[in-house]
């Protein structure tokens, strides 16, 4: 059975952890508010009226193209190609290419930060694999203009953030319904969160500072981690109507 993603690959050992995912949606939520592009997210209203549903969605659908049989994988790309196509049709006008690359540079760099920050530094080869992954996403998209490998990519990526960040007023008000929809003490993690996954222009344009005691806590709940404690600290931090969604994460590639 041939399947997206070799069985072996790191890119399966990524993906295959809630705490992994839970970075990588922090990463990205803050990096989403500050994309150019951002306006597209806003066009049919679901994004501001559910910022985290619709962000835990892009990060699930990359999740299952990565668990996937080549096929389905397929598939699962062709449906996200086809939805973002209809909402181009019903604006009248086509999402930037560049703004299809940036969601995909976010996954890749998401996924790096995330999983050298909870577990260890990738080999240059595991950044190349990973970065393969998505490489045939995006190909699989009909994206243009894909570095051909990871070095030339970080290159590519650099760009892309000079280019495309912006602080605007969909910056501020998507901020407001994370802080809305996720209560003050869970809206402060995240923050705490994005502190340590993000690059420095994002955390420089939306005025966020390492703070010195993050990293004893960081420490701590790596700890947790190897006691079997880790689950109730997520039980307890969690959004109540993203509890089950996340205990699925770490059960769904072993059946």
């Given at each position: 059975m041939e399947f997206f993603v070799a069985r072996d690959?790191?890119?399966?050992?990524?993906?295959?952890?809630?705490?992994?995912?839970?970075?990588?949606?922090?990463g990205a939520s803050a990096e989403f508010a500050?994309?150019?592009?951002?306006?597209?997210?806003?066009?049919?209203?679901?994004l501001p009226a559910d910022p985290l549903g619709r962000l835990f969605s892009t990060v699930m659908y990359a999740r299952i193209i990565v668990f996937s049989k080549n096929d389905d994988a397929l598939k699962a790309i062709d449906k996200i190609t086809a939805i973002h196509g209809a909402v181009e049709k019903n604006r009248g006008a086509q999402i930037p290419d560049w703004a299809y690359r940036d969601v995909l540079y976010m996954l890749i760099h998401y996924s790096i930060a995330s999983y050298e920050l909870l577990e260890r530094k990738l080999t240059p080869a595991e950044k190349e694999d990973l970065y393969d992954v998505f490489y045939r996403m995006g190909s699989r998209m009909n994206l243009k203009e894909l570095p051909s490998d990871y070095e030339k990519w970080l290159v590519s990526r650099e760009e892309h953030l000079n280019q495309d960040l912006i602080k605007s007023n969909y910056t501020d008000d998507l901020f407001k319904q994370y802080h809305k929809h996720l209560g003050s003490l869970r809206y402060f993690l995240l923050k705490e969160s994005q502190k340590l996954v993000c690059p420095q222009l994002v955390k420089k344009l939306l005025r966020i500072n390492t703070t010195p005691w993050i990293a004893p806590v960081l420490s701590?709940?790596?700890?947790?981690?190897?006691?079997?404690?880790?689950?109730l600290i997520k039980s307890v931090i969690l959004p109540p109507a993203y509890k089950a969604q996340?205990?699925?994460?770490?059960?769904?590639?072993?059946r």
């Open positions: 690959s790191i890119v399966r050992k990524i993906w295959g952890k809630s705490d992994t995912i839970l970075f990588v949606f922090a500050l994309n150019k592009a951002v306006d597209w997210l806003y066009f049919t209203g679901k701590l709940y790596k700890l947790s981690r190897k006691v079997k404690l880790d689950a996340i205990r699925e994460l770490d059960t769904w590639p072993s």
